[in-house]
């Protein structure tokens, strides 16, 4: 899912590289040919909840993943590149942030998401 960028509270984790997010930045830059090193994660994130989600990308660098979602990094990945690619655009609002769940853009990161994990 995409949700419009925000700034956010302080009091948020974020992960700037870790072992894990290291891997798929590097892998996904192998696999889509684009440059992720801009990638920030912030793992055990209270937005995405706000948006009825358990993770989403946003702002084509910045994945929140929900307490016990790390998987879904791999996922969320996928939806950076369409992002980077500006080809997400608003299918809505949710608590007035433009949010985009498009059918063919979930496959899309599923897809990249899934040969990311593969890959490592």
């Known amino acids: 899912m995409y949700v419009e960028k925000k700034k956010l509270a302080k009091e948020q984790s974020v992960i700037q590289r870790s072992s894990l997010l290291s891997s798929v930045v590097d892998n996904a830059t192998k696999i889509t040919g684009m440059n992720f090193s801009d ?6 994130s ?9 993770s989403y990308a946003t702002g084509g660098n910045e994945i929140h993943t929900s307490s016990g979602r790390d998987n879904d990094l791999f996922h969320e ?7 980077k690619e500006n080809r997400v655009s608003s299918t809505g609002t949710i608590s007035g942030r ?8 979930e496959a899309e990161a599923d897809n990249i998401g899934n040969k990311i994990k593969q890959s490592i």
């Open 98 to 105: 433009a949010v985009n769940d498009n059918p063919a853009l």
């Open 46 to 54: 209270s937005e995405p909840a706000k948006y009825n989600a358990h």
């Open 39 to 44: 990638v920030s994660w912030f793992r055990n």
């Open 77 to 83: 990945v996928g939806h950076l590149k369409a992002q």
